[in-house]
């Protein structure tokens, strides 16, 4: 609860700038077009704060509810329109000028998400290498014959430079693949295919970690279980444990390396914790209950305890990943464009019911991941409002009725039928609209409640 406010405020962040600059897409595409722009609004209902600016003197406004925003421009369909002003009118302009106007919005969402990630590539960030981990029994990494500590270079050929390359490239080629070859070097510089196959990544709807499924998951070194130090006054030295212990097991089960003990700690926040534990050749039997603190939405346990060094620690599991200008700029295009289609083909699947509907995220997911992100970094935290930037463009460019995309649907329409629809037609999409509209958002909002009450 102590962390609301702060994933409030970086969720109300991340929404405002997206709203204003999909609005303002629309509003600057209206000015270039001619037509008059009588009110340009962040949030809906009961206005804060207003102001008239401008020749025009548009009506600049705040209001109460800040999931959307409009601009309102002259159109003799929603008011009386003077003779001198008709030639300034929406409704009055060509069907071209129209469908630049409506599509501006979501295009102006997609340059956001070009320009955040060509700054962030050009500026540079430290990356995890995608050194892959001893792989779960009987999953596909394991058939694979996946090694801890091997180290992917190429995925089908593609080179792979982080761990987030790794992640991203998995995710496009098990939507429409069924496997792919890696190519991997072990420590000892010796390099190995291994040919994984995809299908478990959507089992479930894709629901939870795809990689998860794939037995994909990031290296572990293999470190004795023994602490390096204890922290005075903490938990474990209350507990009586000591710098030079090893953790044989614990609440009985087995612990050999430290990674084992992390996640048992991790696990047990409030809960005692019993310790088998030997000591310069004395076996003990300790109780330790691990503190709970809360990480990135989650309570876990710590317990005040670091690793003994040990030469596996000192692996390096980093690298510093940056770009030239064009390079930058050409990453960042392909980067856009490469999670729109994938938003869309998932979408695609949604309605064939090959993807899960509870994959669908509302504003308390949203701002849940907006706080996460903004607590890891600025980098973090414009790649997160680049991706929502993107989703929010695609989303508004389905043709449904209300959202830009069903407004270009109609001008589509106009073009093939020499026409535009009747009144009467276009009202009747507006319903069918809102009602689409309705349904995704109580999914999107029954989604959100699910994760909050099962974790």
Known sequence: MSNFPFYLAAFLVVLGVLIVVHEFGHYAAARFCGVKVLRFSLGFGPVLWQKKLGRDQTEWALSVFPLGGYVKMLDEREGEV??????????????????????????????????????????????????????????????????????????DGEPVATWNDLRWTLLQKAVDQESVELEVINEQQEISLRRLYLQAAGEGGWEGDALLRLGVGFYRPKVPAVLGQVVSGGVADLAGLKPGDRILAANGKAIQFWHELVGKVRDSAGSVLHLDVERRGELLALDVVPEAFAERGQTIGRIGVAVADNAELH????????????????????????????????????????????????????????????????????????????????????????????????????????????????ELGQRIGLSILFVLMAFAFFNDINRLVTG
């Open 82 to 155: 003077a003779v001198e002003e008709l030639g300034r009118a929406f409704n009055r302009q060509g069907v071209g000028k129209r469908s630049l106007i409506v599509a501006a919005g979501p295009l102006a969402n997609f340059a956001l998400a070009i320009l955040l990630y060509w700054g962030i590539f050009m500026y540079g960030s430290q990356e995890l290498l995608p050194v892959l981990g001893t792989p779960p029994v009987d999953s596909p990494a394991a058939m694979a014959g996946v090694r801890n500590g091997e180290q992917v270079r190429r995925i």
């Open 315 to 426: 692996r390096e599991m980093r690298t510093f990943v940056s770009y030239g200008f064009f390079a930058a700029g050409g990453k960042a295009l392909a980067e856009t464009w490469d999670k729109s289609v994938f938003s869309l083909l998932m979408l695609g699947k949604m309605l064939t019911g090959e993807v899960s509907w509870r994959n669908l995220s509302g504003p308390v997911t949203i701002a849940d991941y907006a706080g996460q992100s903004a607590r890891l970094g600025l980098d973090y935290y414009l790649k997160f409002m680049a991706l929502v930037s993107i989703s929010l463009g695609v989303l508004n460019l389905l043709p449904i009725p209300v959202l830009d995309g069903g407004h270009l649907m109609y001008h589509m329409i106009e073009v093939v039928r020499r026409r535009p629809l009747s009144e009467r037609a276009m």
